[in-house]
C-alpha cells in the first residue's frame, strides 16, 4: 500500500499526516549556521544570545550566504531557543561541556548477577552537627560501600576527615558479620529475617549472633579519585582482600545549647538504621526481571543471589586486620615509637630498640 501505515491511516479515518517543520520558515542555512555558532561556543566563555546571533549571521556571509534573507531578530531568538535547549550555551561553562562531551550511545545498565562482583566506595559530607572527642562541634563525613547487585549497603563509617585507615576498616567490616549490639531488638537478628541464615551457619559459624545484614567479599571495588582511595594504604588494603579498579566526588566553638550526639553515638545509629531499615526498604533499582512491578529489598535480593551463586566465607584473624591497616616507617627508640605525636611503649619491644629489622618493604 502507498506510504505504509501513513497511507493506511488517511484511508481509514481521513486524519491529517501533514508534519510541521521542526523550526518553523527558517532556512535550512540559517539551522546549520546557528548550530555551528553554538557549538563553537562551548570550549569558549560564555557567550550571550545577541553574540550568538551576530555570529550566524557572520557564518551566513562566510558561506556566500545573503544576509538579506535574514530572518526577523524575533525569529532568530525564538530558533536560538529551540537550538540550545537543555545546552547550557548561554549558562555556566562546566555543565555546557559536560552537556557536550557526553555520551552519545545509550547507556546500558550495568548487569551483575553476584554479591560483591561489582561494589562502589565513595565519601560525602553529612549535613549533621557532631560532638567531637576533644568537644568541638563540627560536620563530619560518611563514607560507605554499596554491593551494586544487592544495594547492600555493606559498612558505613562517620569521620571528621575520611583517611585511609577508615577507608581500609570499611574494607574489613564489609567481610565481617554485623553483630548484635546491646539495646537492639531481636527483631534485628540475622535468624529472624529473609537471610539464608540456617544455610549460611553450615559454611560460616559467625552469623549465628549476627545482625540482619549480609557479609559481601568484594571482587571489584569502583572509587573516585579522591586522595583516600587512591592512597597506597586503601591500594594496599585492596591487594589484600581483592581487587579494584578506579573509576574515570572549619571547626566551630563548642555550643552548650544543643543537644548534640556524640560521634559514637551517631555512629551507633548508622549501623541500627542500616540493619532495620535500609536492608528492609524495598529499592527502585531492583525489580523481578519477570514481573516488573515487583521490588525486592536488599535482603531479599541478597538472599536469591546467594542461592544461585554460592557464599564462601572470609574469616579475619588478628593478622589480617593489622594487614588493613596503614603503615608507617619507625624507628624503636629508647622512649618507644612515636606516632603522630603519641608515644607507644611495652616492655616486649625492648630487644628492638635502636636495631635494624631488615625489613626493606
Known amino acids: 500500500m502507498e506510504d505504509g501505515l501513513v497511507g493506511l491511516a488517511r484511508l481509514v479515518d481521513h486524519r491529517s499526516v501533514r508534519k510541521r517543520k521542526e523550526f518553523g520558515n527558517a532556512p535550512d542555512a540559517f539551522v546549520a549556521a546557528m548550530r555551528q555558532a553554538i557549538k563553537e561556543g562551548v570550549e569558549t566563555s560564555t557567550r550571550n544570545g545577541a553574540y550568538l546571533i551576530w555570529r550566524t549571521g557572520e557564518i551566513i556571509r562566510e558561506n556566500g ?33 559536560s552537556t557536550a562531551h557526553g555520551a552519545t550511545a545509550p547507556c546500558r545498565e550495568l548487569t551483575v548477577s553476584a554479591p560483591g562482583e561489582f561494589m562502589q566506595i565513595d565519601s560525602t559530607p553529612l549535613d549533621v552537627m557532631v560532638r567531637l572527642d576533644d568537644g568541638v562541634v563540627d560536620k563530619v563525613e560518611l563514607t560507605g560501600m554499596v554491593d551494586v547487585a544487592s544495594r547492600t549497603l555493606t559498612a558505613a563509617v562517620l569521620r571528621p576527615t575520611t583517611k585511609s585507615v577508615d577507608a581500609g576498616m570499611l574494607l574489613a567490616r564489609t567481610v565481617t558479620p554485623e553483630l548484635m549490639r546491646p539495646g537492639w531488638v531481636d527483631a534485628l537478628k540475622m535468624y529472624g529475617s529473609v537471610l539464608p541464615h540456617r544455610r549460611l551457619l553450615t559454611i560460616d559459624e559467625r552469623p549465628e549472633h549476627a545482625a540482619a545484614k549480609p557479609v559481601i567479599v568484594p571482587e571489584m571495588i569502583v572509587c573516585d579519585h579522591g586522595k583516600v582511595f587512591v ?63 515487583r521490588l525486592f529489598t536488599p535482603n531479599q535480593k541478597y538472599a536469591v543471589l546467594v542461592e544461585a551463586c554460592g557464599y564462601v566465607p572470609v574469616a579475619l584473624s588478628g593478622e589480617d586486620y593489622i594487614e588493613l591497616l596503614p603503615a608507617a616507617w619507625r624507628a624503636v627508640n629508647s622512649y618507644g615509637i612515636r606516632i603522630d605525636n603519641r608515644t607507644h611503649d611495652a616492655l616486649e619491644r625492648g630487644p628492638m630498640r635502636r636495631r635494624d629489622s631488615g625489613v626493606t618493604s
Open 65 to 97: 550566504g545573503d544576509l538579506a534573507e535574514l530572518p526577523s531578530r524575533r525569529t532568530l531568538y525564538r530558533l536560538l531557543d529551540r537550538l540550545a535547549a537543555g545546552t547550557h550555551t548561554t549558562g555556566s561553562a562546566v555543565p555546557r561541556r
Open 231 to 293: 592512597s597506597h594504604d586503601f591500594r594496599a588494603s585492596c591487594r589484600f582482600l581483592g581487587d579494584r579498579l578506579p573509576a574515570h566526588a572549619q571547626g566551630l566553638a563548642p555550643s552548650e545549647e544543643e543537644n548534640l550526639w556524640s560521634l559514637p553515638e551517631l555512629q551507633d545509629l548508622l549501623d541500627e538504621w542500616i540493619v532495620a531499615k535500609w536492608q528492609n526498604r524495598a529499592h527502585e533499582g531492583l525489580r523481578d526481571p519477570d514481573h516488573p512491578g
